[in-house]
């Protein structure tokens, strides 16, 4: 069994207190994990998200904690498969991301580990809003396809390394991807855009390339506690 298969069988289900709402999530923490990398999917997504699932796996591998959770409650989600306004909502998704964060500074199993973020999509811009309000906790952020633009006014205000994929087919998202770089306040901030790869990342190889960049980005950045390295 390689490493990559052992770390999927620590995996449990956890209800994660983030303000007013309890959320459903995965929890996974390989021994000896460097960090813990938070999940901000984009929308209409969750955490059954096979793509966020496999980039999921491949942190773990590479010795990062993992944790997806679903942004809206059980109540929210019904009524935004009709609205469509709450996966668009970036305070609130920002809101519930700060809640899940304070939760993994508390919870046994993570505490003293650095917090990462993965967003995608609009949960770019929500990773982005998040980590300027928890700078101390959040130690670097990797957007897929991502929408930093919509952090908006958050952007200068962040300090969290943060790595900007974007696939060379998605011209309009690469332009904004550009832009949010040039407004971004983090010391350390890069963007690559990868060839032949369109806003999904459905393409052959290009998600494996995405989880091949976070990982490093992560490791690079995540330490085995905060305020250290």
Do not use: C
Not at 15 to 38: C, D, F, H, I, S
Not at 43 to 50: C, L, Q
């Amino acid at each position: 069994m390689n490493r990559a298969t052992a770390t999927r069988d620590i995996e449990e289900q956890v209800r994660v207190k983030a303000g007013p709402v309890t959320l459903e999530g995965n929890l996974a923490v390989p021994e000896g994990a460097r960090g813990v990398v938070l999940f901000a999917h984009g929308s209409g997504s969750g955490r059954h998200s096979p793509r966020n699932r496999f980039v999921a796996q491949q942190l773990r591998a590479a010795g990062l904690g993992t944790l997806l959770i679903d942004l809206l409650s059980e109540q929210e989600e019904a009524v935004d498969q009709f609205t469509g306004h709450l996966r668009f909502d970036i305070g609130l998704l920002a809101e519930r991301l700060v809640g899940a964060t304070d939760w993994l500074v508390e919870h046994r199993r993570t505490a003293g580990l650095s917090v990462g973020y993965f967003g995608a999509s609009t949960g770019g811009g929500a990773a982005l809003v998040a980590a300027a309000q928890r700078s101390e906790q959040v130690g670097a952020v990797v957007s897929r396809g991502g929408r930093p633009d919509l952090a908006g006014d958050a952007l200068p205000v962040v300090r969290a390394p943060t790595l900007l994929i974007v696939g060379g087919d998605d011209e309009p998202v690469i332009g904004m991807n550009e832009e949010a770089l040039a407004r971004l306040g983090a010391p350390v901030k890069e963007l690559v855009i990868v060839p032949g790869a369109s806003h999904l990342f459905e393409e052959p190889g290009t998600l494996e390339e995405v989880a091949r960049l976070a990982a490093k980005w992560f490791t690079r950045y995540l330490s085995l506690g905060r305020g250290e390295g």
